[in-house]
């Protein structure tokens, strides 16, 4: 037959893939990495992809801290190590006059935050949210 193999709770369409778009300050950011580790703690096989653009970057610069101190950077690191990729804009670098040379080493780049939101949305069945 051709039922779906693996446990009931993905279902046959394989693993969620989620886009978390962010494009404001910190305080967004903090929302969204708990919204992820939520999400992979329930789903761990959970695809994310962050897309920071506008003021959304801010996160991703160096020696950047939460609210209670802690640095985004240990937490991105993190993540990653659990397959969820940072995306920045570039147009955004280019705009806020800034350098990939101010952001971690974690970060990714992407040509248009916008045009990466809806290509992932779009061509690869990826669900949008946003913190």
Do not use: W
């Amino acid at each position: 037959g051709c039922a779906a193999t693996g446990s009931s709770s993905t279902g046959p369409v394989g693993p969620d893939k989620v886009v978390y778009h962010l494009n404001e300050g910190l305080p967004q950011a903090t929302n969204g990495l708990r919204n992820i580790r939520n999400h992979l703690e329930v789903n761990p096989k959970a695809q994310i992809v962050v897309v920071a653009h506008a003021q959304g970057v801010d996160y991703l610069m160096k020696g950047k801290k939460d609210a209670n101190g802690n640095p985004y950077e240990s937490i991105v690191q993190d993540l990653k190590n659990q397959g969820v990729r940072f995306d920045i804009c570039q147009i955004t670098l280019r705009n806020r006059k800034l350098n990939k040379d101010q952001f971690i080493e974690d970060a990714t780049y992407v040509p248009s935050g916008v045009a990466e939101i809806t290509r992932l949305q779009q061509r690869e069945g990826f669900a949008y949210l946003r913190p």
